[in-house]
């Protein structure tokens, strides 16, 4: 059995990044479906903004069908801490693996201090048997 990867952007309202106001703002992705033969995947989550500024990053996991057995899916409503940031001079980034489902959401949310606006972005890499 051959192991591959590969990286799948995360899109904020079809972006490829998201805006998080200051003082506590919140951004949620667009939904990022894995590949079926998808057995473990990683997620690398950055920021950028004023520095000092934090933002912490959750998953948000939908299962194939809803628990009511509809199509439609329905993500946790209880998030996944995925890390924190701090924001520096420069972009700051963090890697974290990222419980495999058939799709998710990331959710930043930047603290309730935060001076400035924060952009975010994320990319997913899946390792997948072929």
């Known amino acids: ?8 952007l995360v899109t904020w309202a079809a972006a490829a990044s998201g805006s998080i106001a200051a003082s506590g703002g919140v951004t949620e992705s667009d939904a990022a479906t894995f590949n079926a033969n998808t ?11 004023t520095s000092g500024d934090t933002v912490d990053f959750y998953a948000e996991l939908a299962p194939a069908t809803a628990p009511d057995g509809s199509s439609a ?7 996944i801490f995925l890390g924190s940031l701090t924001i520096g001079a420069a972009a700051v980034a963090f890697d974290a693996n990222l419980p495999v489902n058939v799709s998710c959401k990331i959710y930043a949310e930047g603290g309730a201090a935060n001076a400035g606006i924060s952009t975010v972005s994320a990319i997913i890499t899946e390792y997948k048997s072929a």
């Open 1 to 8: 059995m051959a192991v591959t990867n590969s990286s799948l």
């Open 39 to 49: 057995y473990s995947a990683m997620v690398q989550c950055q920021a950028t903004g």
């Open 73 to 79: 899916a329905v993500y946790d409503t209880v998030r």
